[in-house]
């Protein structure tokens, strides 16, 4: 979907009802780049939790933390993406979920880099 964003100076609203046009027009896009670092959590924490009233803590925690420690290094790679894929839309160029996330890995290791300090 290309829809034309006018590139001028906006007041704070003018920016809020941008933002949120961007998002309503590229919801799928943006929404699912989220997805990548919202969804497997949710996912492992149901599959531990379930079946029990009380879950084991240490069941819990060893079950997570890999996927935490995952999450460290997935987050701001998926920042990059989906601020990449904002800013694709705004200049009414075409983006796809794919190119998003090539872009973001194209700069890994300054985006780490960057992450840490």
Excluded at 23 to 42: C, D
Aim: charge should be negative.
């Amino acid at each position: 979907m290309s829809v034309d964003y006018e590139i001028r100076t906006m007041s704070f609203g003018e920016i809020l009802d941008m933002g949120f046009r961007i998002l309503k027009n590229h919801f799928v896009l943006l929404v699912g780049l989220q997805a990548i670092v919202s969804v497997p959590p949710i996912v492992v924490s149901n599959y531990l939790t379930s079946g029990s009233d009380v879950p084991d803590p240490f069941m819990l925690l060893t079950g997570m933390l890999p996927l935490l420690l995952a999450l460290l290094i997935l987050q701001p790679i998926v920042m990059a993406a989906i601020t990449h894929a904002i800013s694709e839309c705004y200049l009414s160029r075409s983006v796809a979920f794919g190119s998003a996330l090539r872009f973001a890995l194209s700069i890994v290791l300054p985006l780490l880099g960057t992450w840490i300090l």
